[in-house]
């Protein structure tokens, strides 16, 4: 049995190799989006240790709070139940400045945290439950014109539970608070971000204020089936 969790994990890992790597449609010439290479590809290949993960989280807890649920005004994102391999993603690109988060940036310094401690969090935080009652949501206004955005821009590649995608680095974004995603969207829209997916950017360039705010407020009420 854990013969086989080993190759299940070794699979997904090529398999995402092989999909992360293909230059995407909206790239700028020369550039890839999420290069595997450097310490996010060693920490990608890593075993991460999910009790050394629970120690090393608790320089973190401060802002993400105990349990990583975050904040309920959406200054913190929840981390719990993240796909280790966008937690990796994440902490790897904002540590090297690629994603732009300089609040946090001191605390990922590669002198306060090893390659292998951000394997260890990210196991760690992946099999942490999600606490839905904590969410921060919207007005719940038009939340019917959330979930048509929501199906026909987002879902192809979110999920239509918002669970993401492990092995494209897709985020699980269901029940996330509110002020974070609209946050996030926002940013993401007006290259900000740093490392935003250029796919994405695209799908959501020609959103305004209301169709943020409404798809956030969708989302923010996704729960996993
Ligand atoms: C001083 C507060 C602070 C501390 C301490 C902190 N973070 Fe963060 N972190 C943030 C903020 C703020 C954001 C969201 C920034 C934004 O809005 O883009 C964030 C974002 C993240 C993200 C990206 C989440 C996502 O959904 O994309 C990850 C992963 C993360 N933090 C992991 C960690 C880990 C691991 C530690 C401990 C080593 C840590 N953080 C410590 C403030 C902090
Ligand atoms: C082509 C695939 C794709 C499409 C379409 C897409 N996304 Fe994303 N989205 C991503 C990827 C990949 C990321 C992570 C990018 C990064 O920061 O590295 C992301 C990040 C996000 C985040 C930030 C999550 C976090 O934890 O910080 C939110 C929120 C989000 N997407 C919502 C949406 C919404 C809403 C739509 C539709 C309007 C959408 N996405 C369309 C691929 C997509």
Redesign the pocket.
């Known amino acids: 049995m854990k013969r086989f969790v080993k190759i299940a994990a070794c699979a997904l890992l090529f398999a995402a190799l092989a999909q992360a790597q293909s230059p995407s449609a909206g790239a700028k010439a020369g550039e890839v989006w999420?290069e595997l290479k450097g310490e996010k590809l060693e920490a990608l290949q890593l075993k991460g240790d999910a009790t050394r993960g629970a120690q090393a989280f608790q320089a973190c807890q401060g802002c993400h709070r105990r349990g990583a649920n975050g904040t309920n005004n959406g200054a913190y994102?929840r981390l719990a139940g993240q796909h280790a391999t966008?937690l990796i993603?994440?902490i790897t690109?904002i540590r090297a400045g690629r994603?732009i988060n300089p609040k946090m940036a001191p605390f990922a310094d590669e002198h306060v945290l090893t390659t292998q401690e951000i394997a260890d969090i990210a196991v760690y935080l992946q099999a942490l439950p999600i606490q839905y009652a904590l969410d921060d949501k919207g007005a719940g206004k038009a939340l019917d014109r959330g979930q048509a955005?929501?199906a026909r821009?987002?879902a192809?590649?979110?999920g239509d539970h918002g669970q993401g995608q492990a092995n494209?680095?897709?985020?699980l974004?269901a029940g996330?608070h509110y002020g974070y995603?609209l946050r996030?969207?926002a940013t993401?829209r007006d290259e900000k971000?740093g490392?935003?997916?250029p796919?994405?950017v695209t799908?959501?360039h020609s959103?305004g204020k209301e169709d943020l705010e409404v798809?956030a407020d969708y989302?923010s009420r996704l729960t996993l089936p």
């Open positions: 999420n994102p966008v993603e994440q690109d994603r955005l929501y821009d987002c192809g590649c979110h494209k680095f897709v985020p974004i996330q995603v996030a969207l993401i971000r490392n935003a997916n796919d994405m799908a959501i959103y798809v989302i």
